[in-house]
């Protein structure tokens, strides 16, 4: 078979490696992939928001079967286009990527169908929002509708800084017209946790849970980022939790799509927080995480490639899907300054020294230049260890990371390690 797998980040190396692994793939094409993915794939130089210049290479070149990373091209259609002409493809299609790209959506969506979620408002006023905000007090959450890349989320201390939010958001425009509408929500406590499931329309099957380190420095401080490191499983998960939102979260949602008219296919991501009142859903994604792909994928023992197929199939039901019981760690090493500016060009090094480790390195922002691999990105790579417990796991990931170095590497020194 040939694969095509469109994307660039950390996420998209560890897809193409574990479709790499499928006895049944023969080539797998990444657009535009970075100078990791490159030493494992054909890296061609189409953006990942390009869908006609996708479809046009895929039917071209024949391609058996597309998975995408990220959710830009989800929302803008790329399965539509692809299953408009025939080609097959994994992942939502634009309807049902509304439960990631319109918050609006999931919100309404999620009250619809009675599923757990933080008590919120839709407002397009931005005068509305503020006597809203003075009514309900601090903290307060502040979420601009649309994509933002992980930025578009808000959490205010107080008045003033809800006010510059609501302002920023509405006025200013700072997303774009992700903020032309936004979601004031209730603020929850508690910790959270990942799922991530592969759905078939019908049926789904949840992966080994995850959690995502968002905020850029130790102990959970500093601004968001997309992600600075992983870990999996979830240590605050477990069966009876699991029955629960499979049950009546993950199950019913899947329920839900199927009668709004949008049967879901491809990966939900659901992120979750764990409160007192129990859990609710602070988001839907309409693809994997990243970097909780970075700790999944290297855990998964099944061929991707039949789960996906048997997704596409809507025959879920029908396969077993096996885990390794080894716990996993990435650690995301970024750009000095990331999520904020950062230079480019750095040149990396002691990659080799580290893989010999018996580390997995994604790469994220890299790029080939000649015989050197520089940074051409916030978040540049993460190095995924696995180990018998997760403090293992972690120490391998750091000893490794000990090795690597590029001019003002930044990465938090506390993942997996409390
Ligand atoms: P989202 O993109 O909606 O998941 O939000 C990003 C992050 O903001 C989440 O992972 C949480 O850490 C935090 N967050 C979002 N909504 C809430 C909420 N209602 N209460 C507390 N924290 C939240
Ligand atoms: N790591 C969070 C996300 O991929 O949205």
Redesign the pocket.
């Known amino acids: 078979m040939k694969l095509m797998v469109v994307g660039s980040g950390g996420r998209e190396h560890a897809l193409v490696w574990k479709l790499s692994q499928s006895p049944c793939v023969d080539k797998i094409y990444c657009m535009p992939g970075n100078a990791g993915i490159e030493e494992i794939a054909e890296c061609i130089n189409i953006p990942a928001d390009d869908i006609n210049g996708l479809a046009d290479y895929a039917q071209k070149h024949k391609i058996d079967l597309t998975v995408v990373g990220p959710e830009a091209p989800l929302a803008a259609g790329i399965v539509d286009e692809f299953e408009g002409r025939g080609l097959k493809i994994f992942g939502p299609n634009k309807a049902a990527a509304q439960i990631e790209s319109s918050k609006v959506f999931s919100k309404e969506f999620m009250k619809k169908y009675n599923l757990p979620t933080?008590d919120f408002e839709v407002f397009d006023d931005p005068d509305k929002a503020i006597k809203y905000i003075d009514k309900k007090g601090f903290p307060i959450?502040i979420?601009a509708e649309g994509l933002a890349q992980?930025k578009g989320?808000i959490?205010a201390k107080d008045r003033a800084e809800a006010i510059k939010a609501i302002n920023d958001m509405m006025q200013e425009k700072v997303f774009g017209k992700a903020g032309n509408r936004i979601v004031i929500?209730?603020?929850?406590e508690g910790p959270?946790v990942t799922i991530l499931s592969f759905c078939d329309g019908k049926h789904f099957l949840p992966m080994v849970s995850s959690k995502d380190h968002?905020k850029a420095f130790d102990n959970d401080k500093g601004p968001?980022t997309g992600g600075m490191g992983a870990i999996s499983p979830s240590p605050t998960y477990n069966e009876e939790l699991a029955k629960k939102i499979e049950k009546n979260i993950i199950g019913k949602t899947l329920e839900a799509m199927e009668i709004e008219g949008m049967p879901y296919k491809g990966i939900l991501y659901t992120?979750l927080?764990l409160t007192e009142k129990g859990p609710k859903v602070?988001?839907y994604n309409c693809r994997f995480g990243d970097p909780e792909a970075q700790v999944i994928l290297p855990r998964l023992n099944t061929d991707l490639v039949d789960i996906i197929e048997a997704c596409i199939e809507g025959r879920l039901d029908k396969i077993n899907v096996e885990w390794k019981k080894e716990k996993a760690v990435c650690v995301v090493a970024a750009s000095g300054g990331y999520p904020k500016k950062y230079k480019k060009g750095m040149e990396i090094t002691g990659l080799d020294q580290a893989r010999e480790l018996g580390v997995q390195i994604f790469h994220a922002g890299t790029l080939r230049q000649e015989d050197k691999i520089v940074t051409s990105g916030g978040r540049v790579l993460g190095i995924t260890a696995l180990g018998d417990t997760q403090q293992e796991a972690a120490k391998k990931a750091y000893d490794a990371l000990a090795k690597i170095n590029f001019e003002g590497i930044q990465y938090r020194k506390d993942i997996g390690l409390r």
């Open positions: 933080a959450v979420k992980g989320v959490i929500e209730e603020y929850l959270e968002k968001n992120g927080i602070l988001e």
